[in-house]
């Protein structure tokens, strides 16, 4: 049975109606045989893969994309209203799927989640391979509602849900010595045909290492209760609720440990637009544009414009990580 | 061409120059535009797109007209769709105006209904700052207004009798400038664009070949009058 993944992100339909209950328990035993965190369950991931005939449909994405993510609730979680679902996963900029923010949702079906791993290396005391299902499992997966700013000036409140990018930092055992992290989007031109030219792929970001040890800095595997869909970033990116968004790194296939602070895609691209620190700051406008006030992404037809906070309103949370620091400068 | 069929070509016109922007009223009335993600983007890109396009068209006229003397009428439609490209940049700069720059304009229709016209004015006072330092500030945002007022110059003095009043060398000097509205509003959408977004290479394309058909056609035009010239000089020796 063919369905594309994306048209059944619908949470009503039960898996059992998408896929054949064979299938599915094939899958199921598959996932519990799957050992969790080793280099060898990530082969052994591969290996199946690599043996999947071509075009036959993968149980896999099915089941994924059919369940609902169990979550836990969070304390941090802000109560503005939330944006609307279709919004959220209509309008994002991914460039590997097209520089428009309708692309993404159009054109981020091509992009084949599982199998996924996420290689770890730099200043480790042991350079690995993870599987995605297993860093999953790894801790419960907390439902947080943030305040997402673009650097665009427009703004959304999501629900996502991950947990604190820390548990898996700490899992990782850096070295002393490691001071940033450095975050690697997954470059394949087979599955991002609209990939555009004049940027020096593969999309990368960095954060100092305090920063990524924040417990607000979320390591994100769904929004809205269900695995991110494609456009959003599956299946793994961060969300760093005080930076403007292009900080996120979606579609996470590498995480370095770094002792000088790492070249990340925007900051090469245009250091006097995108700084490398990009905290929220309505103080310091982008070249081009203002960012004291945000658009904020709602139900209404008409602009809901609103003042921008520093940090966006995080302040209690983060703004002791830079005292000192002139975040004029440092922007 | 005869003068009825002008007509019905004209308002034929009319109806495709106004199609994009009936598009517009008709995705507000059936609900699409509320539920795009960000309607004042999509209105904003949807009126500075168009008016580039129209823009692009008003310049093609002479140099498709040149190609053929049967197709010498279509002049006769080149104020009219100049014309809409003021009217698709005035679209373009009122929504920078009324929707991107803060303009609250919920509280303004409550305000007009709760007969408080006045916050009409309360928020105009409230963005004028902001725009001041957009203008002050932000060279796309310059290059953008002064391609508008190019084009505001050209559409006020587009009637025939202020054709005749200034004289027409001097009307088509000041309307050359339409050439560097054109190329303004190109700079203007480079400008705003992320570095390494290259979207707006095919309006540049466009435009660079419309001037160029233009020098071409100069060049040609210089060389083909020497020509015969010539050549009934040496006719003009053998007889």
């Known amino acids: 049975m063919l369905i594309r993944r994306t048209d059944s992100l619908g949470p009503s339909i039960p898996s059992s109606e998408i896929t054949s209950k064979e299938v599915f328990e094939q899958h199921q035993q598959a996932r519990s045989r799957r050992r969790f965190l080793t280099g060898a369950a990530a082969l052994g991931a591969g290996a199946i893969a690599a043996t999947r005939i071509p075009g036959i449909f993968d149980p896999h994405e099915e089941v994924q994309a059919a369940t609902q993510l169990q979550t836990v609730p969070s304390k941090y979680t802000v109560t503005d209203p939330q944006t609307p679902f279709n919004k959220a996963t209509n309008y994002n900029n991914f460039y590997e799927f097209g520089t428009d923010k309708s692309d993404p949702a159009r054109h981020a079906h091509t992009l084949v989640t599982r199998p996924w791993t996420v290689k770890i290396d730099g200043l480790v005391k042991k350079p690995q391979t993870l599987d995605i299902d297993g860093i999953m499992k790894y801790r419960p997966i907390e439902s947080r509602i943030y305040r997402h700013r673009c650097v665009e000036a427009w703004s959304m409140v999501i629900p996502w849900d991950g947990y604190s990018l820390s548990e898996l930092i700490k899992f990782c055992d850096p070295l002393p010595s490691a001071k940033y992290v450095e975050f690697t989007t997954l470059l394949d031109r087979k599955q991002m045909p609209d990939l555009p030219g004049g940027f020096s792929w593969p999309y990368t970001e960095g954060l100092r290492m305090d920063e990524a040890m924040n417990p607000l800095a979320l390591l994100t595997f769904g929004c809205y209760g269900q695995p991110l869909p494609n456009q959003n970033g599956a299946p793994i990116r961060v969300v760093m609720p005080w930076k403007y968004g292009f900080k996120n790194c979606k579609s996470i296939v590498k995480i370095s440990f770094k002792a000088k602070q790492p070249p990340t895609l925007w900051n090469e691209m245009a250091p006097n637009e995108y700084g490398f620190y990009s905290n929220v700051n309505p103080h310091v406008d982008h070249p081009r544009w203002s960012q004291a006030h945000e658009r904020r992404i709602d139900s209404s037809f008409l602009p809901h414009t609103i003042p921008t906070q520093m940090f966006n309103g995080y302040g209690d949370q983060v703004a002791s990580l830079y005292t000192g620091m002139d975040l004029k400068k440092n922007f | ?239």
């Open chain 2, 1 to 239: 061409m005869s003068k009825r069929s002008i007509i019905v070509l004209k308002a034929l016109l009319h109806l495709a120059c106004l199609a994009p922007f009936v598009w517009l009223l008709h995705l507000y009335r059936n609900g699409a535009l509320a539920l795009n993600p960000d309607p004042v983007n999509y209105i904003t890109h949807f009126t500075g797109d168009w008016t580039l396009y129209i823009l692009l068209a008003t310049l093609a006229i002479t140099p498709l007209r040149r190609l053929s003397p049967r197709i010498a009428f279509l002049v006769r439609f080149r104020r009219l769709i100049g014309l809409y490209a003021f009217f698709y940049a005035t679209l373009h700069l009122a929504t920078y105006i009324f929707l991107f720059s803060g303009y609250d304009v919920a509280t303004v229709l409550a305000g007009i209904r709760a007969d408080h016209p006045g916050e009409i004015v309360k928020q105009w006072k409230l963005i004028w700052p902001g725009i001041v330092d957009d203008l002050l500030k932000r060279r796309f945002i310059q290059v953008g207004l002064l391609a508008w007022f190019i084009l505001f110059l050209l559409a006020i003095t587009s009637p025939a009798f202020i054709m005749r009043a200034m004289g027409g060398k001097n009307w088509q000097r000041l309307h050359r400038l339409i050439y560097v509205a054109a190329i303004a509003g190109v700079i203007h959408f480079w400008w705003l664009v992320k570095t390494g977004v290259r979207t707006p290479w095919k309006d540049t394309a466009v435009l660079a070949v419309l001037l160029l058909a233009r020098i071409v056609y100069t060049v040609w035009k210089r060389t083909h009058k020497r020509k015969p010239a010539t050549r009934i000089s040496i006719e003009a020796v053998s007889k």
